[in-house]
């Protein structure tokens, strides 16, 4: 007998004779003074239905069976067309294909319906955490903690905006106390910081505009008012940092820019390419602006075609590197980071192919290929004074490698449960780890085992940079530039608006130590800008 959604039996909607409950037939005698009755017997459940027989001196009567939960046939009827109609199609869709069967393969229909109902919340209600994210980045709510911070019970619980479905029934109606606890918190830490006096100023001072792609790295030159740009549009470009101007374009690799380093005495640049080479090239400005030459009709047209930029004034192109490492024992696939080591007569590079390469710039021969990593690796940077290495990789960890001896030494640091995007030296010899992870981790070279401090943010990390006063500047996916010390102590969030900070991912910052320069930071990202920022950092505490 099929079963209700309550679990209790229910009326066949065909409503068929055949197979209503057993109706009890009257036992009657004509002509007798007594009645004799007999109870119907059915199914559990089922109502016996009484039977009155009419004699010539008194009436015969059968009794209900004892047990009965039922009423009469006519009201059986009703009561299975009135389900009928609220069931609707879902009756159409529990319904056995044959009555005779057992109640199991029915319960467990159900219960696969109402998974797939509960599953459909849990997706609307993922989605309702991630807009309230959103929400509440636009307004400004600080979302940032260190690892010594109790989290809220609701963060606590939230992985990429979901909620364990085992703590989900606890939350119950102590949720909404925890989201209004968690709102005073925000609403009242906005009033403190009102009051408290504004240690850092930032602002935006320049932008640098005119590359048609985006822009992986920007760097700085130690000593002179320029920074260097490479972009997935195929070229690398030196800005001039006061004017805001391109005073050189490279245009030599076949792929994409990813990494630009300036040596650290001459007037050289490395890049790496995803042509899965490294090159070396000139990198001397013309300071002075160079007349607008003379043009024909369809170059001006072409030009204005191009945009703006093209028309300002004409830029000094080179097509021709000073040297190019790839060839036999080279890489095979993208170069995705490149950097010198001290003294600038060895370059590192770290590729998609999972290796890293030490190479000599003299006779452009690969010295040490660097092997361990299991995944593709994302990142690669010196020491500014000693013969130390860091590559980072999707593998989720990052390798110390030590040259100071003739036989490298390696040293793997876990502690990063996602892609590791990029791994920086400070000068008091700390390495800073950034992950997809949404962390960042500062660690101490002579301990691999754990991270002095780790930030929590709220966006994927992405290719960070370290003052010389310590300050980490944290470029995210989400637009945002943080600002955090050594300690893990928040400073400052770089100001983004309609009209200030990126429109798109921010794929790197870097740090100047020219003071003299109205820019110290400089970030780039896939919106094709670069930005220069003012930043008034407070004092090192000594």
């Known amino acids: 007998m099929a079963l209700d959604l309550l679990g209790r039996q229910k009326m066949p909607l065909d409503g068929s004779s055949s ?10 005698s004509g002509g007798s003074t007594g009645a004799s009755a007999t109870g119907a017997s059915g199914p559990a459940g089922s109502a016996g239905v009484v039977g009155v027989g009419v004699g010539s001196t008194g009436q015969g009567m059968s009794g209900a069976a004892a047990g009965g939960t039922g009423g009469a046939t006519v009201m059986g009827k009703q009561l299975t067309a009135k389900r009928s109609l609220k069931l609707g199609s879902l009756a159409e869709d529990i319904m056995p294909t044959s009555l005779g069967g057992g109640d199991e393969p029915f319960r467990a229909r159900l219960h696969h319906l109402f998974s797939q ?26 979302r940032d903690s ?52 504004q240690s ?13 792609d985006g822009v992986w790295q920007v760097s700085t030159k130690a000593g002179q008012p320029i920074i260097g740009t490479a972009s997935a549009d195929h070229s690398a470009c030196i800005w001039g940092i006061d004017t ?16 630009i380093k300036f040596h650290p005495t001459r007037d050289i640049v490395l890049t790496g390419s995803g042509d899965a080479t490294a090159q070396i090239w000139q990198a001397a400005v013309n300071w002075e602006v160079p007349a607008r030459k003379g043009h024909s009709s369809e170059e001006e047209l072409e030009e204005e075609e191009e945009g703006p930029y093209e028309e300002k004034e004409r830029i000094d192109v080179l097509r021709t590197p000073l040297c190019e490492f790839s060839g036999p024992g080279g890489h095979t696939a993208v170069v995705v980071a490149a950097d010198w080591l001290p003294g600038g007569d060895q370059v590192i590079t770290a ?54 001896d003739p036989i490298p030494a390696v040293s793997v640091f876990q502690g990063h449960t996602e892609n590791v995007t990029s791994t920086v030296f400070t000068r008091d010899d700390k390495v800073v780890s950034g992950s997809d992870d949404r962390s960042v981790k500062v660690w ?36 945002h530039i943080r600002l955090f010390d050594l300690n893990g102590q928040r400073i400052a969030r770089l100001p983004r608006t309609s009209r200030q900070g990126h429109r798109r991912m921010v794929s790197a910052v870097a740090w100047t130590e020219d003071i003299s320069s109205n820019c110290n930071l400089f970030s780039s990202g896939f919106d094709r800008r670069v930005l220069g920022w003012g930043v008034c950092l407070p004092p090192k505490d000594n």
């Open 200 to 212: 850092v100023v930032s602002s935006l001072v320049r932008e640098f505009c005119g590359h048609k």
């Open 351 to 404: 590729s998609w192919d999972r290796t890293a390469i030490l190479w000599d710039v003299e006779t452009r021969e690969p010295l040490h290929p660097l092997c361990g990593h299991d995944h593709e690796l994302t990142h690669a940077s010196a020491h500014p004074s000693q013969r130390l290495v860091v590559t980072a990789s999707r593998d989720s960890t990052f390798r110390l490698w030590d040259f100071r």
């Open 19 to 28: 197979k209503q409950p057993a109706v009890a037939s009257s036992s009657v």
């Open 444 to 479: 101490e070279l002579r301990n691999m085992r754990s991270a002095l401090t780790t930030i929590r943010t709220d966006s994927a990390v992405n290719r960070l940079a370290v003052s010389a006063s310590g300050v980490i500047a944290i470029p995210h996916d989400n637009r």
């Open 117 to 142: 109902i509960e599953k459909e919340f849990e997706l609307l209600h993922a989605e309702n955490m991630s807009l309230r994210e959103k929400l509440e980045a636009v307004a400004g709510t600080p």
């Open 244 to 259: 805001g101007r391109c005073l050189l374009q490279y245009q030599g690799h076949s792929g994409s820019v990813n990494s």
């Open 146 to 197: 260190t690892v010594g911070e109790r989290l809220p019970l609701q963060d606590a619980f939230e992985v990429d905006g979901s909620v364990n479905k085992s703590f989900k029934s606890k939350l119950g109606s102590a949720g909404s106390k925890v989201k209004a606890g968690h709102k005073l918190r925000a609403q009242t830490s906005r009033i403190v910081s009102s009051f408290k006096a």
